[in-house]
């Protein structure tokens, strides 16, 4: 039985399979309609485990996101014979993260961090448009996202400079 009749490439897909979970964001990334916010919000419950831990520890996992994330989006991109299919928001959890490196916990930095980053990502500035169309692959499905998320980042760091 297939769950998606309208789109063959998330027919092979499978939740069950670690790489392909994770690919779509814990199933955030499966939303009908705006599957990157989606998967920007599947992201906010890991960024609360993380923060808590410091500093050093936030930004090795964070590191480990990202680096993984050149693989699991690649091998989803892969296996759906798609490249950069918009279910695939593993790039999006990476891009909040970084975004929210050394930013102060609270639920209004975190809005803040989470509009930054969505902007970044839907309007992409350049040089995040040129990444967007230019590189390929899961380092391609990577790249635009996490410099929108070190845009955000930086914002979010003059924000914290004069609100914080």
């Known amino acids: 039985m297939k769950l998606f009749a309208k789109d063959e490439a998330l027919n092979r897909l499978s939740l069950a399979n670690p790489v392909h979970f994770l690919a ?3 199933g955030s990334g499966l939303a009908a309609k705006a599957p990157g916010t989606f998967g920007t919000l599947a992201a906010i419950p890991l960024y609360l485990v993380l923060a808590p831990l410091g500093l050093t ?6 590191a480990l996101a990202i680096l993984a ?7 989803a991109s892969e296996d759906m014979g798609v490249h950069d299919h918009g279910a695939i928001v593993w790039d999006e959890v990476a891009g909040l993260l970084i975004t929210m490196i050394a930013a102060p916990v609270g ?3 975190l809005v803040a961090g989470f509009v ?5 990502d839907i309007f992409k500035p350049w040089p ?4 967007d169309a230019k590189v390929h692959g899961g380092l391609g499905i990577m790249a635009d996202d996490v410099l929108a998320g070190v845009f955000a980042f930086l914002s979010m ?8």
Do not use: M, P
């Not at 994330?69 to 091998?75: E, L």
């Not at 995040?128 to 990444?131: D, P, S």
């Not at 760091?157 to 914080?164: A, D, E, K, M």
């Open 157 to 164: 760091q003059v924000l914290v400079h004069f609100f914080g």
């Open 24 to 26: 779509l964001g814990f």
């Open 128 to 131: 995040i448009r040129i990444l």
């Open 116 to 120: 930054l980053f969505r902007l970044f």
């Open 107 to 109: 639920w209004q930095w």
């Open 69 to 75: 994330g050149i693989y699991i989006c690649g091998k």
């Open 57 to 62: 520890w936030y930004l090795v996992a964070t």
